[in-house]
């Protein structure tokens, strides 16, 4: 059965959501997002169960409740450098809080002027050009909501630091077949602020489903 505090906040997240775009509307659902620990999700066993099961898998993820407004899921990593790599959320604003371990969200912004980037190297993959926006940390014993928007942070990476690291994800609309692209940068050591040519990759990241009982629409009355 889920906890009071989660039901709490995601019928909250439902109010607010249809105005993410706007900055205080976004400070609110951070603020909410930010109950969502391990014990608020009835996760308490779920990153140290995911390391335990020593899976050949990059990342876990368990969903935990999905509506058209918005979705909220727990990924886990099982590993030291297990990393989601780059992605985009098209239009999607993304809330992230550690509930487990440390983690570092790197993050590029695409650049729609192309001659701010500087001549277009010569590939056979799809390339778009975007600047490194620099690394973030998360940290689950110090935890704060990192916000990634359609602006900033629209291309991000998040890799795990510890053996054993998780986060809650909130985002606002749903997929609702929004296409996920994956994108891989050449230089493994971008310099923040500096401009580069991302190239569209396929997906390639192992990650396999962990079930936990979802909540329902009717959970929260709506």
Request: charged share 20%; proline share 9%; hydrophobic share 40%.
């Amino acid at each position: 059965m889920a906890s009071q505090t989660l039901i709490s906040v995601l019928r909250r997240c439902h109010e607010l959501v249809g105005g993410v775009s706007e900055e205080a509307v976004k400070a609110v659902v951070a603020s909410e997002v930010m109950k969502l620990d391990a014990r608020a999700c009835g996760l308490e066993y779920f990153a140290n169960f995911t390391h335990a099961m020593d899976i050949p898998y990059e990342v876990i993820s368990a969903m935990i409740y999905t509506s058209k407004t918005f979705v909220c899921s727990v990924f886990a990593f099982p590993r030291i450098g297990a990393t989601l790599p780059f992605h985009d959320h098209p239009g999607i604003t993304g809330f992230v809080r550690p509930i487990a371990g440390r983690m570092a969200v790197s993050s590029f912004a695409l650049i729609t002027d192309e001659t701010e980037a500087g001549p277009r190297p010569l590939s056979h993959h799809l390339l778009r050009p975007a600047r490194f926006e620099g690394k973030r940390f998360l940290d689950a014993n110090t935890p704060s909501t990192s916000v990634l928007d359609p602006i900033n942070g629209q291309i991000h990476a998040i890799e795990s630091l510890t053996p054993v690291s998780a986060f809650v994800d909130v985002l606002a609309p749903g997929y609702d077949n929004v296409p996920c692209t994956y994108y891989a940068c050449d230089d493994p050591n971008p310099e923040p602020g500096r401009i580069y040519w991302l190239r569209v990759v396929p997906e390639t990241v192992r990650m396999a489903p962990f079930y936990v009982e979802p909540v329902e629409s009717s959970d929260l009355n709506l």
